[in-house]
């Protein structure tokens, strides 16, 4: 086979890597396997492997994930015994790898934890791949491996998934006309543009799942929290040239770091970014900040039917005869004007009107005529319970503590639990599954909602496990 020019694209000095790790935190989690195959004008030069001994024992999850074992790493060299054979195969060459911030950004931790350093274009497979053929479903390394009828002789090895890498960006060029590829790949690999106070590694440090990030402003005071799919896309979105609302150009201005942690999945963002914002009250967050009190709807029978009110309540008692919990009156209001109004309810048999005479909503046609004599009390007094039925607490459906499980797709699982729609904690292990049973709950109605929604939509990647069953 002729080789390609090496101005073609997909032709130069490239470095297809996979690494095996003990988990999915690039800050805390090591390397246990390095992979890398080597193209030179579009041909395989060299093949490298080697196991790494990370000083840590590997989760059981990643064991049975990779099938690399304690036994297998005991005594393989720690990563500092083959950071400079890494750096030689990788120093000059495109950084190519599936799920590319994924890797690029272990290897770049593994590095500065020796006081040295790496940079390096990058180029994501899983992205050339959407970008290849964006009509398509699927893009992870096995989607990709059977739409192109690639074969792997050793798959979540880290040499195996290398070597499938070098063998798609063959097919891209041989399948795709030279100069769409080159225009494609050259998209692919600009780098978008932060704020200039802020680092330019930040881009290649930011990961692509899901997770929650902080920004911080001067003094390292809490800017924002918020949570994503993808944390690096969504980062990035705040400070693009496109965005003019005044939240985010207050953003470019002020923020001078970022932060992140990482979840197994968006349900565990959803969790963690509720929780740190009613924690940690960032300036620019208003939407789950923890309010100092709540309010709800209560109803009084007297003898012209239930009467509204609107109270403040206290969220962690029983909710009683309440319904529904605002953060403030104005909103407890609005939500009960909208029913009214939609109901054709009367404002007046609520309480919500004076004087004499028919209502407002009576006279508008607004209203079927409670205050009229036109429907019976009995009637209106029952549409009135089942028009705020929906905004009532439900009750638990379950004995005790249920506990749902996300797993991400390197095999990274966390176990949310909760008890009477509070949230108990995110547990990763036996052991801490363990030690959130001594946690004291609270309902908070943010937490509440989440739950809900992912109890009445569920989904594949979310498994409810029932922890104190009967």
């Known amino acids: 086979m002729t080789a390609p020019p090496t101005d073609a694209p997909l032709a130069g000095a490239i470095a297809c890597v996979d690494l095996e790790t003990t988990g999915g935190n690039a ?41 690399i074992s304690d036994g297998m790493v005991a005594e393989a060299p720690p990563f500092a015994e083959v950071c400079d ?21 272990f290897l770049r931790s593994e590095f500065r934890r020796l006081n040295r350093s ?28 059977e739409r192109y009828g690639i074969h792997c002789a050793a798959r979540h090895r880290a040499l195996g998934d290398a070597q499938v ?48 990030y ?61 929780r740190l914002v009613k924690e940690r009250r960032p300036l620019l967050n208003r939407r789950l900040r923890a309010s100092p009190g709540l309010w709800t709807i209560r109803l009084g029978d007297d003898t012209g039917g239930p009467c509204a009110t609107i ?52 006279q508008l046609g607004r209203c079927r005529g409670a205050c009229a004599g036109r429907e019976a009390a009995a009637v209106h007094a029952l549409r009135v319970r089942m028009a705020l039925a929906r905004l009532k607490r439900r009750d638990w459906p379950f004995a005790g503590r249920i506990g749902i499980r996300e797993r991400d797709w390197r095999g990274i699982e966390e ?8 949230h108990l904690g995110t547990a990763q292990g036996a052991v801490e599954l363990a030690d959130l049973e001594r946690r004291p709950a609270e309902f908070n109605q943010d937490i509440y909602r989440i739950l809900l929604r992912a109890l009445e939509r569920p989904t594949a990647s979310l498994q409810l496990v029932e922890l104190d069953r009967r």
Request: with cysteine.
């Open 165 to 212: 890498l070098a063998e798609f960006l063959r097919i891209a060029r041989d399948r795709w006309p030279a100069d769409e590829l080159a225009a494609i790949v050259d998209r692919l690999l600009q780098a978008p543009r932060l704020p200039p106070q802020l680092d330019a590694g930040l881009v290649e440090d930011l990961p692509e799942g899901p997770g929650v």
């Open 311 to 362: 109270e403040e309540s206290d969220p962690a008692m029983d909710p009683g005869d309440g319904y529904g919990a605002f953060r403030n009156r104005a909103d407890a209001e609005r939500a009960l004007a909208g029913i009214v109004r939609d109901q054709e309810l009367c404002a007046k048999r609520l309480g919500l009107e004076s004087g004499t005479g028919s209502c407002i909503g009576f």
């Open 415 to 422: 176990i949310h639990v909760f008890d009477r729609w509070c």
């Open 85 to 105: 054979e890494l750096l030689a195969r990788l120093e000059g060459r495109l950084f190519v790898a599936h799920n590319a911030r994924f890797d690029y950004g």
């Open 27 to 67: 800050l805390h989690d090591r390397v246990i396997e390095a992979g890398i195959v080597l193209l030179a004008s579009g041909r395989v030069v060299e093949e490298y492997s080697t196991l790494v001994n990370p000083g840590v024992r590997i989760p059981w999850v990643i064991q049975q994930f990779t099938g």
């Open 118 to 145: 790496y940079r390096a274009s990058v180029l994501c497979t899983v992205r050339l791949s959407r970008a290849l053929t964006p009509e398509l479903r699927g893009h992870n390394l096995d989607a990709v491996m």
């Open 214 to 274: 902080l920004l911080h402003g001067e003094g390292d005071a809490l800017l924002y929290v918020g949570k994503a799919k993808n944390i690096q896309a969504r980062v990035l979105g705040h400070f693009a040239a496109d965005r003019r609302s005044r939240r985010e150009l207050e953003l470019s201005r002020l923020v001078r770091r970022v932060d992140w942690i990482e979840t197994a999945g968006e349900f565990g963002a959803l969790l963690l970014e509720s």
